[in-house]
């Protein structure tokens, strides 16, 4: 099917769905042949259209509406996946450069792209951390922390703690089943990261057990304090994990980056680093820490208790927390 009508149509005039018209799109700008290319721009804008959709998405269906703010967080969420060790380096960047295809094929111009998808992800092919990750200084965390109760944004600054204190995701730390970690926290001594976690990880088949220090004590009793009343988690019982993020977490972001906080998955990789000097003694690659060859084993036996407290089931991932053997 051919474009319908104007550009100044839904969608460009390419059909009423976003996942329809980027592929008629492609089409329509390749013409005859190229089917391999056109598919494959066709399968990455799909997945651009499912995150249009998902709980951190804008929830639009309307190329009309995507302007560069939104690219970049698409962008970002790329790269979160990559340091996650969801997607590699190569993958995120083929998926940035084919909305920028879709996008110019829909528009009929380059005015709404990522400028540079390399740059926009901010990784090196090799997805080993080669950075210090920011949020490692307890104090500083703090300060984040307090600024944020002071702007009413007492639910991030549980997030922050949290995310800081026991490695949780952003999704984890928001629906954490506060109550039950409280009770294992008192009852047990360690608490297992079950909510919010990345399909299939969760249960008695994948547990996540984190012991209990101090300070993930305070992050607990901070959380159980915003907790909105009525609610088990940081959500209101009314409000849905995509307002918050709409409404309150990303307006709090601005905080974060003023005071020198890209991001929440940083703390996460600050709990790793951590994590790795209380394991091994050493401190973590990224950090300037260099294991000997007699270390060896110690050091696999750490990426290997890491990468369970973070929720992966590969050791290699924590190299994009930690930083690479040395």
Known sequence: MA????????????GRQLSYAGPQALKDLFGDGHFATVK????RWQAFVQWCRS?????????RQIDREILMRYATHMRELVDQGNVGI???????????????????????????PSKALGLQR????????????????????????KRQQSRVSAIVLLARETGMRLREAI?????????????LGKINIQDGTKGGRSGASAPR???????????????????????????????????????????????LHEHGLKGFHELRAAYACERYEQLTGFDA???????????RELDQHARQQISRELGHNRMDVVSAYIGGRR
């Open 209 to 255: 057990w984190v012991a209990v220090t101090d300070q993930v004590l305070d992050a607990l009793n901070t959380a159980t304090e915003a907790s909105p009343t009525g609610s088990r988690n940081l959500l209101a019982p009314n409000e849905s994990y995509k307002d918050f993020i709409q409404t309150v977490v990303r307006p709090a972001r601005d905080l």
């Open 126 to 149: 090799s997805g080993v951390r080669s950075k210090a990750p920011q949020g490692q200084d307890r104090v500083r965390i703090e300060l984040i922390a307090q600024a944020l109760s």
């Open 285 to 295: 690659p990224v950090n300037g820490g260099r294991v000997h060859r007699e270390d």
């Open 175 to 187: 629906l954490a089943d506060l109550p039950r970690l409280q009770r294992e926290a008192q009852q």
């Open 40 to 43: 494959a721009h066709g399968d």
């Open 3 to 14: 474009q319908v009508g104007k550009r100044g149509g839904r969608n460009f005039g390419f």
């Open 90 to 116: 190569a993958t995120a960047q083929n998926r940035l450069s084919s909305v920028n295809r879709t996008m110019a094929a829909l528009r009929g111009d380059q005015h709404v792209k990522i400028p540079s």
């Open 55 to 63: 709980d951190e998405g804008p929830g639009l269906n309307d190329a």
